[in-house]
């Protein structure tokens, strides 16, 4: 048990639908990561929060959003839902000065 | 930006040596690390390489050169249960981590 917990653990939902996704971080992490792994893909960094405020972004849709609340849990947002978003989302939590990061269990997304 | 290239697919016997080799591009280097995912799992922090040289942790060693913008993770007396994906990862200037795309170990018996 990496001490990330991400909810829902599947998610089945219809084009054009929104969702959310949660991510607690572990105890004391500040970083909190997503990412979007698609069928035999690699990772795709989605965007970084640290202590509340984006930190990085990398290649997030439009239609995404995320945000990471005072007590540290992470939400990620996906809207205009299509069939390309289905993938697995994980998060990842880390200490900002170290390269080791923590992820989660991850979300499954299927978009039918 | 920053982009990492490692092989796609690697096969390998039970009990043999295995390399996989990673090749980096990056505005600013924080150093390199290792993942391990098996399928439909989560991605586990193997090792982590911020100077030059080997570092060995167990069965598993990582090397970095810094110069030439390479690394590999050396996997010894392979077990069926290494057969995972195995990512390169280097951090970027903001602290987000760029992962290479992966690469694919099968141990056959």
């Known amino acids: 048990d990496s001490g990330v917990t991400q909810t829902p653990k599947h998610l089945i939902t219809a084009t054009g639908q929104r969702v959310t996704l949660r991510c607690s971080p572990r105890s004391g992490d500040l970083s909190v990561y997503w990412y979007q792994q698609s069928l035999d893909q690699g990772l795709q960094f989605l965007i970084q929060y640290y202590n509340g405020e984006e930190r990085a972004k990398g290649n997030i849709l439009e239609r995404f959003s995320a945000q990471q609340f005072p007590d540290l849990h992470s939400e990620l947002n996906l809207s205009s839902l299509e069939l390309g978003d289905s993938a697995l989302y994980f998060c990842?939590?880390?200490?900002?000065?170290?390269?080791?990061?923590?992820f989660g269990q991850g979300t499954r997304l299927t978009v039918v | 930006g920053q982009s990492l290239e490692q092989p796609s697919e690697v096969t390998a016997v039970e009990g043999a040596i295995v390399q996989i080799n990673c090749t980096y591009q990056?505005?600013?280097?924080?150093?390199l690390s290792w993942y391990q995912q098996h399928d439909g799992g989560a991605p586990t922090f193997l090792s982590y390489?911020?100077?030059?040289g080997l570092e060995e942790t167990g069965r598993f060693s990582s090397f970095l050169s810094r110069s030439d913008s390479y690394g590999y993770l050396l996997l010894q007396e392979l077990q069926m249960k290494d057969s995972a994906s195995y990512f390169c990862a280097v951090k970027g200037s903001q602290g987000n981590l760029i992962f290479g795309k992966g690469t694919k170990l099968s141990v056959k018996p």
């Open positions: 990842a939590s880390s200490v900002e000065v170290r390269t080791e990061a923590f």
């Open positions: 390489n911020a100077l030059d």
């Open positions: 990056t505005s600013g280097f924080y150093g």
